[in-house]
Nanobody
Framework: VQLQASGGGLVQAGGSLRLSCAAS????????MGWFRQPPGKEREFVAR??????STSDSVKGRFTISRDDAKNTIYLQMNSLKPEDTAVYYC????????????????WGQGTLVTVSS
């Protein structure tokens, strides 16, 4: 599986962005798909995931970010609203062949990352 993330950019605090992650492969619907982010100088952290059983977001973005998927287009999305400067990070999409998980070590495939910068 190859993943291609896009949609990052510079936005003012309070604004919105939508990230996309396009995946190759014919079994896309079987994968758990996730979004992670790595803020400058910090460790990578879980943001959201989605599987056939539904989606989940981290507490830090709950109510502001929404993850969705379009299996017909082999694409997942991360709608980010009410952005804050602390959301500034490189955002990565990832795919897991296993059970839904928030741990990056459980994900098998990774995209190249897209930078989101939120100015105050």
């Amino acid at each position: 599986v190859q993943l291609q993330a896009s949609g990052g950019g510079l936005v003012q605090a309070g604004g919105s962005l939508r990230l996309s992650c396009a995946a190759s492969g014919r079994t896309f619907s079987n994968y758990v798909m996730g979004w992670f982010r790595q803020p400058p100088g910090k460790e990578r952290e879980f943001v959201a995931r989605i599987s056939r059983s539904g989606g989940s977001t981290s507490d830090s973005v709950k109510g502001r970010f929404t993850i969705s998927r379009d299996d017909a287009k082999n694409t997942i999305y991360l709608q980010m609203n009410s952005l804050k400067p602390e959301d500034t990070a490189v955002y990565y999409c990832a795919a897991s062949r296993g059970f839904p998980t928030d741990y990056d070590i459980d994900y098998d495939y990774w995209g190249q990352g897209t930078l989101v910068t939120v100015s105050s």
